[in-house]
């Protein structure tokens, strides 16, 4: 009962954010796009259905995201970065997404009929440009990121095993005491763990939507067949739901 508990609460915190409610329209989005693909040739009424709630879903994220442009300018502003290296690729990450996310509210506008429908298209290319240009970085930053983490976590496995051999030979450095350091370097090797993991659900989560992206940027019939959007769009809701559940 406890255990049920705990999940709906953190559900319910998970609602509360709009993160998190984009990461479940987003499920019914593309949940949506691969229902009409596999009902399209045996049951066109209900794929219709499923298209509906595909375009449904999709023009909804959109409305919800509006004003979101500033996120990326608040996280630059926000963010301590660890060198130049990192933020360097981090302005130049949030500075497509801004384009991506300040170009999508014309073309919403432009899909539901406020503005001309005529200029639906360009808008889509702008935005899916800018978004596509701003995961690349994304992606590269998180790979330095998960390389750094992998060697100094090789480092501090290192001074586990030396502090360990010590601790067995009865051995008591100066300072903190064995066990205190043993204890220290064992929670920074968990927490650069799940940096590790964070950073993986980042890079999944760019490399899903770069895709979709490159539908609108560079057409082809691998990027733009319902499959590849569907799994796409479902990998980079999953990792992003992961991401941002409570206590991930």
């Not at 090789?154 to 043993?182: H, P």
């Not at 799940?194 to 019939?221: E, G, Y």
Request: proline share 3%; with cysteine; charged share 25%.
């Amino acid at each position: 009962m406890d255990k049920r508990k705990d999940t709906l609460d953190k559900l319910v915190l998970f609602l509360a954010k709009r993160d998190g409610i984009d990461k479940l329209v987003k499920t019914f989005q593309y949940v949506g796009k691969l229902g009409h693909y596999r009902l399209e040739s045996k049951d066109p009424k209900l794929a219709d259905r499923w298209k509906k709630l595909e375009v449904a879903a999709g023009l909804s994220r959109k409305a919800f995201r509006t004003g979101r442009f500033l996120t990326g300018f608040n996280k630059l502003r926000n963010t301590t970065f660890p060198d130049h290296k990192i933020q360097v690729l981090s302005v130049l990450g949030y500075g497509g997404e801004m384009v991506y996310w300040f170009f999508d509210h014309f073309l919403w506008l432009s899909r539901v009929g406020v503005l001309d429908p005529e200029i639906a298209r360009r808008m889509s290319y702008i935005s899916a440009f800018g978004e596509g240009f701003g995961y690349i970085f994304f992606i590269i930053a998180d790979l330095i990121v998960i390389r750094r983490g992998l060697e100094a976590e090789a480092r501090w496995k290192k001074q586990i095993a030396e502090l360990e051999e010590f601790q067995r030979l009865g051995v008591e450095l100066k300072g903190e005491s064995t066990s205190k350091q043993l204890m220290l370097l064992k929670a920074k090797v968990s927490s650069i763990r799940m940096q590790r993991i964070m950073s993986v659900m980042s890079i999944i989560a760019n490399v899903s939507d770069f895709i979709i992206a490159l539908a609108d940027v560079d057409p082809n019939p691998f990027v733009c067949h319902p499959v590849t959007l569907g799994i796409s769009g479902l990998a980079s809701a999953w990792s992003g739901w992961y991401k941002n559940w409570p206590d991930s």
